[in-house]
């Protein structure tokens, strides 16, 4: 797609210009990050919430921790 390649070249000429370490290509199962990357490395959120109350902001760390897990097991549960 024009899309793709468009960052293809983008990407292409950033390491002609100044070569990164790593590229983050953000969430998602696009297949260009298949495509372009090798690697994967997990990824999540962090929200930093002011005014709750100890309670509520371990009910907010649990409820992420679940959520985690949860995305563990599907993904491992999902075919190749």
Known sequence: SPGTVLLY???EDL????PPRRISF???????????GRACAPASNLYAVR????HARFALLDLYNLA??????????APD
């Not at 953000?26 to 372009?36: D, I, R, S, T």
């Not at 005014?51 to 100890?54: A, I, Q």
């Open 9 to 11: 070249e983008a990407i």
């Open 15 to 18: 390491f002609t210009v100044d």
């Open 26 to 36: 953000g969430f998602g199962n696009n297949q260009y990050k298949e495509v372009l």
């Open 51 to 54: 005014g709750l109350t100890n």
């Open 68 to 77: 985690l897990r949860y995305r563990r097991r599907a993904k491992a549960a």
